[in-house]
């Protein structure tokens, strides 16, 4: 099959929603805040999706969610023979997805091979684990990294090349893959999950939002879902699959959970409720680790919009007002976070050069938002951002200096260190710490199965990416959200597959 190419992209943008076959009717949706703008689809308003005309009244597969995770269920169903449905409860498919910013963790990968990185999947879960402070769910893990290269190959098979690699803090080695451009993966894997949601031909409903998943004997045994905010009908499925994402953007949960997060701002897409995990626990589903909810520590407040850890990846620094380093940059985002909290202002810049602009794409973008300061100079920049221009030019002598030496004998840092800062024009966004994952979710094994307290399966009940827990522990690696959604949301279509075959 043909790689999708980045100049596809506004193609499959427009297309994003024709995701159904036989009749379509083009639908002009807005989003439900104003802040959802970038979040869609590109920003285009008008798109196609499925008719309710095309509406069954039963299923093999219910997918709840058109993000990554409900996607990726819904082509991995269809691969095995069934007949699955998406309903999204927004006017546009993508969730958090579309806003996913760093890349996918692999290890073991064929791109790593060609570059000569050499990596193992003993060494991904052990800085996983490291990084999520040595709670996570470990079987979930070993699942994780063992799938993880073979989920970058079906992905690549599929049209979605993420060739380029990068690194992400708590990560040794280059294990983050993105887009061939270096742009945000978010928007490139929506659009080509999508494209691949509707050349098979799988129904995707949105503004289709499931309020119930029913039971039978001890059985899944459909949704209830409202359309259009009404029309609330009963759809049968033999198994149901959850990839609702998390509650990031519901700050009552959040704060009922972490109290210290009130006034945070969210990175979090509107939808992110937590309405999947409330409708599991109606169930009997177990839960684990709801009150380990992520910062992101470069998110821009006036916006909330994040800023990709590729930019410090590729070799920025994070300076304080007062224009000196404080951390090592690629430290686990908890310890960033927490370090640039602990500063008089609690807010940071992200200081870089034209080279770094040059290898993440993502930043033309922050750009265009208004989010970069620039000057020719280091001390036209530290003059624009009103930083002492003497310490700013200091600070990144030091640091050109490390680069060289390959030794940061300030904090200690030795990733993101291929290239120095040297090459004009510099750059700077000012950033601080925002809401930005839950880790906690729904408990599953590693058959996506949604578990009982009592470690018995909800039979026909299936849960995949955010709305799920335990994989992350206490902390979430940067690159592993996506690589999260594809290896679960895989796994989730298979296995609900399966257990249709053995119905019949």
Known sequence: MKKIGIGLLSFVSVMMLATGCGKTEKATTETKETTEKTDATSGASEQQKTSLDELKDSYDVVIVGAGGGGMAAAIEAKEKGMNPVIFEKMPVAGGNTVK???????????YQKAEGIEDTNDLFFEETLKGGKGTNDQ????YFVDQSSSAIDWLDSMGIELSNLTTTGGMSVKRTHRPADGSAVGQYLVDGLLRNVYEREIPLFTDADVTEIEEKDGVVS??????????????????????????????????????????????????????????????GGATVDLKEIQ???????????????????????????????????LETRDTVSAAIIGLKEKAAYLVFDAGVKERVTAIDFYEKQGFVKKGDTIEDLAKEIGVEPGTLTSTLDTWNTS???QKDGE?????????????????????????????????INTKTEVLKEDGSVIKGLYAAGEAAGGLHGQNRIGGNAVADIIIFGRQAGDQSSEFVKALK
């Open 222 to 283: 459909g949704v209830k879902v409202a359309f259009n905010g009404k029309d609330e009908k009963v759809i049968s499925a033999k198994a149901v699959v959850v990839a609702t994402g998390g509650f990031g953007a519901n700050l009552d949960m959040v704060t009922e959970y972490n109290k210290e997060l009130e006034g945070f701002v969210t990175t979090n897409q509107a939808g992110s409720q937590g309405d999947g995990i409330k409708m599991i626990e109606k169930l």
């Open 139 to 142: 079987e979930l893990l070993r």
């Open 295 to 329: 910062i992101h520590p470069t998110v821009e407040q006036e916006t909330s919009f994040l800023i990709t850890e590729a930019v410090r990846g590729e070799g920025a620094i994070l300076v304080s007002q007062a224009g000196n380093r404080f951390i090592n940059e």
């Open 403 to 405: 680069v060289k030496e």
């Open 100 to 110: 996913a910013s760093a890349g996918m963790n692999a290890s073991e990968t064929k």
């Open 411 to 443: 904090f200690n840092r030795e990733t993101g260190m291929d290239h120095d800062l040297s090459k004009g024009p510099y750059y700077a966004i000012k950033i601080a710490p925002g809401i930005h994952h839950t880790m906690g979710g729904v408990k």
